[in-house]
Nanobody
Framework: QVQFVESGGGLVQPGGSLRLSCAAS????????MAWYRQFPEKQRELVAS???????DYVDSVKGRFSISRDNAKNTVYLQMASLKPEDTAVYYC????????WGQGTQVTVSS
């Protein structure tokens, strides 16, 4: 059974940075890429960033140039480095595969506010 544990969120001022981590346990089907999603209050989750097994990355337009996804296959961990954070980045951040085929973790809250 695959489980995801996200961490690293918190309260940060606009323009600040955070690094999120997602530790995965269990065997993840290598057909799928890994991804970070976020969910705004009362809205569906949106895919923010993705990374293939080979390391190719993609981002939603709103975070391009500010966020960077990476992975450590040996540690079964995916990271999301976030910089130049904006109030509109405030959300709960989750990781999963793309498409999301496994159960969601608890997520990690990111709040960008002065």
């Amino acid at each position: 059974q695959v489980q995801f544990v996200e961490s690293g969120g918190g309260l940060v001022q606009p323009g600040g940075s955070l690094r999120l981590s997602c530790a995965a346990s269990g065997s993840i089907d290598s057909r799928y890429f890994m991804a970070w999603y976020r969910q705004f209050p009362e809205k569906q989750r949106e895919l923010v960033a993705s990374i293939t097994v080979g390391g190719s990355t993609d981002y939603v337009d709103s975070v391009k140039g500010r966020f960077s996804i990476s992975r450590d296959n040996a540690k079964n961990t995916v990271y999301l480095q976030m910089a130049s954070l904006k109030p509109e980045d405030t959300a709960v951040y989750y990781c999963n595969t793309g498409p999301a085929v496994y159960s969601w973790g608890q997520g990690t809250q990111v709040t960008v506010s002065s």
